[in-house]
Nanobody, 123 residues
Framework: QVQLEESGGGSVQAGGSLRLSCEAS?????????RGWFRQAPGKEREGIAV????????MYAGSVKGRFTISQDNASNTVYLQMNSLKPEDTAVYYC???????????????WGQGTQVTVSS
């Protein structure tokens, strides 16, 4: 079992930055080696935006955030970060951290989920 806890959400004006953190606890196995960030806006489906293969530099981004968001990790603390720059109002959503078994932006590959943290970007 893996437990994930996000932090760092909040409100910011367009053009601003936020950094989200996701700390993992529990045993990391083959089913949880990939750590992803997802978001879900009201009335929309959950969208995968970034994923990293823990312990490596292998990462993938959705086109909607590529060049603005950066996923990184601190292996010593089992923490994954999402640095979000040049934020836009359309980035407003609940952001979730997840652990899964593939380098994929599809939620179905992820077994473990955090509780989510709200990010609100005002214009």
């Amino acid at each position: 079992q893996v437990q994930l806890e996000e932090s760092g959400g909040g409100s910011v004006q367009a053009g601003g930055s936020l950094r989200l953190s996701c700390e993992a606890s529990g045993e990391i196995t083959d089913s949880s080696k990939y750590r992803g960030w997802f978001r879900q806006a009201p009335g929309k489906e959950r969208e995968g935006i970034a994923v990293i293969y823990t312990g490596t530099i292998t990462a993938m981004y959705a086109g909607s955030v590529k060049g603005r968001f950066t996923i990184s990790q601190d292996n010593a603390s089992n923490t994954v970060y999402l640095q979000m720059n040049s934020l836009k109002p359309e980035d407003t959503a609940v952001y979730y951290c997840a652990a899964g078994r593939a380098l994929s932006l599809r939620p179905t590959w992820y077994t473990y989920w955090g509780q989510g943290t709200q990010v609100t970007v005002s214009s």
